[in-house]
């Protein structure tokens, strides 16, 4: 396989939540099956190396920029040696990262000061922001969820999950979506984890959507779009990458159908987000 493409595969597309068992989840002495959003779509898991077509087919065929490429690559050793003296992947839940985040100021410091020196050279002059650390179980197949309508000391089993689906917010709109920049995601497990994606933009989504349906009528949106799409084009393939620890992925989330996934491991995943126009 062409050099780098081997952290790569596909399957045959997605399948409705209720249609697919999902993994149960078996962690710290919690135990539980994980539910869905009501009409969330899930990868099927018919996973494959890819083709010489298919990759050729996922090559850059134009200029490359913020809003229509996927990015893997590695963190420079100096800043992977400041977070590998927090031992963060060796934390047993969310409180623990933070407490070794903040426990010692000066490594703390020297750590800011290189993960901003490296994406200041992603960044090519735009402005980046801090988004979150993000903070999931193992062996959960697709790890997006939105847990700001929960009641405070919910528990996980209370969690559901959204399956494929894009980023985009009320202040966007499908048209508008790749205006939005990108997120770079950082790798601070111990295990590899997976990120999902669909290598369609939001305008090409629902310009297949326009061949299927009545998209006015149907009232489809930034938000809803996944639904519909997924309803209409189960068979349209999913990538998969792996993505190790202290490893980034760079993604225009907003302007593609993608989700994280940690199925099959066995330590707490753990990933540092940022908002902005990053490039490789």
């Keep these: 396989m062409r050099e780098g ?18 993994a149960a989840v078996n962690y710290q002495g919690i135990s539980y099956m994980p ?49 590998q003296q927090l031992t963060l992947g ?9 407490a070794k985040l903040s426990a010692d100021a000066e490594k703390t410091k020297e750590l800011s000061v290189n993960l901003n020196a490296f994406l200041s050279t992603l960044s090519k002059n735009k402005p980046f922001q801090f988004h979150c650390i993000g903070v999931n179980f193992p062996n959960i197949e697709m790890v997006a969820c939105d847990t700001t309508k929960l009641p405070s000391g919910f528990k996980p089993q209370d969690v559901k999950y959204m399956g494929m689906h894009n980023d985009g917010t009320t202040q966007m709109t499908i048209h508008s979506a790749h205006k939005v920049g990108n997120r770079i995601s950082i790798n601070l497990g111990n295990d590899s984890r ?23 009528k149907n009232n489809v949106n930034i938000a809803n779009i996944p639904g519909f799409f997924f309803e209409h084009f189960p068979d349209y ?8 620890p ?12 993608h989700d ?7 330590t707490l995943d753990i990933t540092m987000v940022y908002f902005g126009g990053f490039q490789y």
Excluded at 7 to 15: L, Q
Excluded at 61 to 77: A, F, M, R
Excluded at 90 to 98: A, F, G, L, Q, T
Aim: charged share 25%; glycine share 4%.
């Design 35 to 83: 539910q869905y959003e009501d009409d969330a779509h899930v990868v099927k898991r018919d996973w494959r190396n890819l083709t010489p077509e298919e990759i050729n087919r996922l090559q850059p065929n134009g200029k490359q920029n913020d809003y229509n490429t996927v990015y893997l690559g590695d963190i420079p050793e100096k800043l992977k040696a400041n977070f």
């Design 90 to 98: 060796d934390s047993k839940n969310r409180d623990e990262v933070m």
């Design 194 to 216: 997976g990120f999902f994606f669909v290598n369609l933009s939001m305008i090409q989504a629902i310009n297949m959507l326009k061949q299927k349906m009545d998209i006015k």
């Design 260 to 266: 994280g996934s940690t199925l099959g491991n066995t």
């Design 237 to 244: 393939p999913v990538i998969k990458v792996q993505q190790k």
């Design 5 to 22: 493409y081997d952290a790569i595969s596909i399957n045959s597309g997605t399948v409705f939540h209720s249609k697919q068992i999902a």
């Design 246 to 257: 202290y490893q980034y992925y760079i993604a225009p989330t907003d302007n593609c159908f």
